[in-house]
């Protein structure tokens, strides 16, 4: 167990809905991420926040959008969901932010998303 | 754009064999990390390595990371099932924090 936890385990929805997905860090932890691993894409990047502030962006849609909220949790929305939304989505989460030293990220168990 | 190229993709052995992975770049990272997803669970941080040249060995998993900080290579020692899983590098490029993942290479260790 990794301290990270994520809601909902699964979620199925229909095209053009929206979802919301949970986070909540490791105790103490300032740093979330968030990813989403697909099996044609690997695990790839979409965020960061680092103590309730954006801090870096990877290949994020613009029907994503995500924060993190005082208490450290965070939320990813996704809006106008498309078939290839499909996946999991991780959200990670490290003691700091210390740009040039990647410290360990601790995942947690995904959310699998299936939109049909 | 980053990437991050392993190899290879799938690799399927016997219990008892000795195997390497392999993960490539022509970008130069401050670091390199290990992880080993297992199934239904997130990845889990093996190891990570900064120097380049520097070697981290944890029992029978030897990691490497490349002189010019661009590659890096694990090999594991009479591998067992209980190493099956979906083996990731990633890298930190520099002057961040974030990690770039490779394409991931799916072992199954049959016994």
């Known amino acids: 167990d990794s301290g990270v936890t994520q809601t909902p385990k699964h979620l199925i929805t229909a095209t053009g809905q929206r979802v919301t997905l949970r986070c909540s860090p490791r105790?103490?932890?300032?740093?979330v991420y968030w990813y989403q691993q697909s099996l044609d894409q690997g695990l790839q990047f979409l965020i960061q926040?680092?103590?309730?502030?954006?801090?870096a962006k990877g290949n994020i849609l613009e029907r994503f959008s995500a924060q993190q909220f005082p208490d450290l949790h965070s939320e990813l929305n996704l809006s106008s969901l498309e078939l290839g939304d499909s996946a999991l989505y991780f959200c990670a989460s490290s003691p700091y932010s210390s740009r040039g030293a990647p410290g360990t990220q601790y995942f947690g168990p995904g959310t699998r998303l299936l939109v049909l | 754009t980053q990437l991050l190229e392993q190899s290879p993709q799938f690799l399927s052995i016997q219990e008892g064999e000795n195997l390497t992975v392999y993960c490539n770049s022509s970008s130069v990272f401050s670091s390199l990390q290990w992880y080993r997803q297992e199934p239904g669970e997130g990845p889990v941080l093996l190891v990570t390595v900064v120097t380049g040249g520097e070697v981290k060995k944890l029992k029978r998993l030897t990691f490497q990371f490349g002189d010019a900080r661009k590659d890096s290579s694990l090999h594991i020692t009479a591998a067992q099932p209980g190493d099956t899983g979906l083996y990731l590098c990633?890298?930190?490029?520099?002057?961040?924090?974030?990690?770039?993942f490779g394409t991931g290479t799916r072992l199954q260790v049959f016994p």
């Open positions: 990633a890298g930190g490029p520099v002057n961040t924090d974030k990690l770039i």
């Open positions: 105790s103490g932890d300032l740093s």
């Open positions: 926040y680092y103590n309730g502030e954006e801090r």
